[in-house]
Structures are given as structure tokens and as C-alpha cells.
């Protein structure tokens, strides 16, 4: 893969980092593509691969680097723990603001020849849900995206296509969560809800053996790809 870390201008005058991957076409539409709590692993890497084999300018941003830059955690129970502690002390507006200061660096690459979306995993589907009412990104995808439900007074702005994939047996998101996120955009014909009965969170991630579901993990890619195909 022709990849790379490059820098990203923060909001406030700084700077951090985001794992830049590019299609073998050189050129594509732009994805920000939101880590999970182990922060731009391995399994994050790849994810920004193979959506960069599919075509398009993927940027995955360091989110965690107000508190340790590059931070890249096995699934292992030490950096399980260590993921935790990183949650616990992430300010969750600040990495949304970053993950939108993304955004607008994306568009910027010449690299880019079309738009742009957020997609997250975990902490990463929350942040990409916030950060696309921030950044007025073109689409963007939420793959069991934690706290949402918190942050639905932005539901309101984000009016451009948004994909939500969540699982039916999450241990970490109840279905009351999720119930209140697809009230909030009842109605609304920008909005498109998958729910993938049997699975548990974090269904995507093949680093995660105890979790990953194959079957569960193709499906909403495949859906993802073709989402991302019809709106940028």
C-alpha cells in the first residue's frame, strides 16, 4: 500500500497525526476513517487499506494524541486496559473538533477528486457521528458508535446521508440507546439503520476473536462500500 503518516492542523493552532493511505489509482474520494479505543493499530491500518483498495483517500486521525501520540494497543488484556484508561481521560468534543479538522485537511489533498465522509468504529462511530455535524462532511458511517444517544441534539444538523450499523447484542450499547437514536431521525429520509441480530460489539474487528463475526463483518462492509458508492 502506498501509505504514510502525515500531519493534520488542529483548530487550535496544533498539530497531530493521521495514518494516510492511497488508493493504487493515486485519486478517489476522501474517507476519515475514526479508531476504535486501541487507538491507529494494525487492525485500524488495514481497515484504512482496504477501503483505500477500494478506491478512495482514507485518513485515519490519531485521536488520542492530546494524551499519548500514536498510540496502538493490542487486544490483548494490557492493552485492553490501557484503552480504557486512554476512554476515561479522551475529551470526547476536543477528538470530535480533531476528527473535523480531518475532514477539512481531506478536502484539501489534491489527492482528492471527490467528497468526503466520516466512518467510525466504537468511540470512532461516535466521533464520526459528531464530527459530521461539525465538519459538514458529505456522508458518514457509524459501526456500533457508543454515546451517540448523548449527543442527539446534533441530529438536527446532520442532513446529508448517515449509515448506522449497530449490534444486537451489545454489551455496551443498550437497545435503548439505540432506540432513541433512530427516533431522533424518524422520519427523516438521510438516515439508514442495519441491525445485525446475534452479534456482539465490535462484530468488525478481526483482531477481537472472542467477538468478530465473519458473516456479520462482510455484510456491513458490503453495505458500507455500496452506501459510500451512491453518496460520494
Known sequence: ??????????????????????????????????????G????IRAVADLY???????LAPDVFWRLSPRVDLDYDAAGTQQAFGYY?????????????AAVGLLRQRPEVTGKVATLGFCLGG?????????????????FYGGGIDQHLELAGQIT???LFHYAGNDEHIAQTAVSA???????????????????GHGFNCWGRSAVFNQSAAALATGRSLQFLAENL
Not at 491507529?40 to 487492525?43: L, Q, R, S
Request: net charge negative.
Open 1 to 38: 500500500m502506498n501509505a504514510s503518516w502525515i500531519d493534520i492542523p488542529t483548530q487550535d493552532g496544533k498539530q497531530f497525526g493521521g495514518y494516510l493511505s492511497l488508493p493504487p489509482t493515486g485519486s478517489g474520494p476522501g474517507i476519515v476513517l475514526v479508531q476504535e479505543i486501541w
Open 40 to 43: 491507529v493499530n494494525e487492525h
Open 52 to 58: 483505500a483498495l477500494a478506491g478512495y483517500v482514507v
Open 88 to 100: 476515561q481521560q479522551v475529551d470526547t468534543a476536543q477528538a470530535a473538533a480533531d476528527v473535523a
Open 126 to 142: 461516535q466521533l464520526a457521528f459528531r464530527a459530521a455535524a461539525l465538519s459538514q462532511a458529505d456522508a458518514a458511517v457509524c
Open 160 to 162: 446529508q446521508p448517515i
Open 181 to 199: 437514536v433512530k427516533a431522533a431521525f424518524a422520519g427523516k429520509d438521510n438516515a439508514v439503520f442495519f441491525d445485525y441480530p446475534g452479534v
